[in-house]
């Protein structure tokens, strides 16, 4: 089948939301389905305001549709609601042709954050996006829930994987420091309300892996924490393994992909009981959840190990892309 994967999110962007598509673009490939990604390295871009990091589309809607129209893919699958995903939609209403969409990231509350405009109004915006979508993909039940709540509909179950192999088990040698080590590992951004980590008064010592506009003014606010900056692969996967708690202070996420990365490493995971880690984490036996924060890393230093690594392993990059596989809307051959 030829895929036609139209998404703001890329490489050498770093996320979840990346390294599911990235992953699930491989799988599709590995079928023997044809993949084309249309990606923001291949047009003009502008950096995304408070966040240069992350490139903009500029103008996309004419060179899209031209590559749209030579490649006349069987399916077509808009992964993020940024300008290139806006001239994704336009083009297939404009030519009949179905297609699916994916809700990967909390974008009312990301813009709230760093606008102040209303999360209602910009939730009617992605409402309004998504509406003319055949499916629209969701990683969790309570995100179901919570956007069929908002008026959403045609929403379908895609959830996501690990790479067990990567992550797993691993001497706790690549962290020094004082015992026990509290780390999160992600976007160092407002909207990951890392303060309510780095703001806690706990034993050990805390490590923040990643990187992102708020990088410099949190590391000036908090010396007392080491910040490492990007890591990836075994690097990555080594250093996260030598901790021994994962703190995931997030209210916004859809899903976490790196609450199971986490678990596969062995570690517990502490986070707040909201959309994501309660989907994704076993209360009590895979971490803890709990509104206060430092309880929640006390609870979930007390947790064993191996049943963190026997509940990730539940989550297969196999059975997460035969969800997206089925999901795909076909367009009718002419």
């Given at each position: 089948m030829r895929i036609s994967l139209i998404t703001d999110a890329w490489p050498p962007q770093t996320s979840g939301v990346v390294t599911t598509l990235t992953r699930t673009v491989r799988g599709l490939e590995e079928r023997g389905h044809r993949v084309q990604v249309l990606h923001p390295g291949l047009f003009r871009t502008v950096p995304c305001p408070t966040y240069p990091e992350i490139r903009l589309a500029l103008k996309p809607r004419r060179p899209l549709a031209d590559f749209l129209d030579a490649f006349d893919p069987e399916a077509v699958h808009l992964a993020v609601e940024g300008p290139l995903g806006l001239a994704g939609r336009r083009h297939c209403l404009r030519r009949g042709r179905p297609f699916t969409t994916s809700?990967?990231?909390?974008?009312?509350?990301?813009?709230?954050?760093?606008?102040?405009?209303?999360?209602?109004?910009?939730?009617?915006?992605?409402?309004?996006?998504?509406?003319?979508?055949?499916?629209?993909?969701?990683?969790?039940?309570?995100?179901?829930?919570?956007?069929?709540?908002?008026?959403?509909?045609?929403?379908?179950?895609?959830?996501?994987?690990?790479?067990?192999?990567?992550?797993r088990p691993r001497p706790k040698t690549a962290l020094a420091g004082p015992r026990p080590i509290s780390l999160y590992l992600g976007r160092v951004a407002v909207e990951k309300n890392l303060e309510a980590f780095l703001g806690q008064d706990l034993p050990g010592s805390k490590v923040v892996i990643g990187d992102g506009p708020a990088l410099n003014s949190l590391s000036r606010r908090h010396p007392e924490a080491r910040f490492l900056g990007r890591k990836t692969g075994e690097d990555l996967a080594s250093h996260l393994a030598a901790a021994d708690v994962f703190v995931f202070p997030s209210l916004t996420d859809t899903f976490g992909l790196v609450l199971i990365e986490a678990m596969a490493c062995g570690l517990p995971v502490a986070a707040f009981p909201v959309t994501g880690p309660k989907d994704v984490v076993v209360q009590g036996r895979t971490g803890w959840l709990d509104h206060d924060l430092e309880k929640a890393v006390r609870m979930a230093l007390t947790l064993d190990p191996e049943a963190c690594r026997q509940e990730a392993l539940k989550y297969s990059w196999s059975r997460s892309i035969d969800q997206f596989e089925a999901n795909l809307a076909l367009i009718p051959k002419n």
């Open positions: 809700i990967t990231t909390r974008f009312p509350e990301y813009i709230h954050l760093r606008s102040g405009l209303p999360a209602g109004w910009l939730y009617r915006l992605l409402r309004w996006f998504h509406a003319p979508a055949s499916r629209v993909m969701v990683a969790t039940p309570s995100l179901r829930a919570e956007l069929a709540g908002r008026g959403f509909t045609s929403l379908v179950r895609w959830s996501r994987g690990v790479d067990t192999d990567l992550f």
